[in-house]
């Protein structure tokens, strides 16, 4: 379950940025926007591509936990 909403939560950055822009006090405010923010926004590219760097090794560390998982339930 986490694994999908981390991929709806990457698919969707567009819905939300423009829906939203992050809401009220930051309650719609999802990685994917403040990583987007952090770049173009607060014009700070180090730390963004920190942030997204530490996005992708996040993203891959559940793909490899999920692959794993599934591949133990299959029956052999």
Do not use: C
């Amino acid at each position: 379950m986490v694994l999908l909403e981390v991929i709806w939560n990457v698919q969707h950055f567009d819905m939300i940025y423009v829906l939203t822009g992050g809401g009220p006090a930051g309650s719609t405010t999802t990685f994917a926007v403040a990583v987007y923010d952090t770049a173009f926004k607060a014009f700070d590219l180090g730390k963004a591509s920190a942030l997204g760097a530490l996005w992708l090794v996040l993203i891959l560390v559940l793909v490899v936990v999920y692959v794993r998982v599934s591949e133990r339930g299959e029956p052999a």
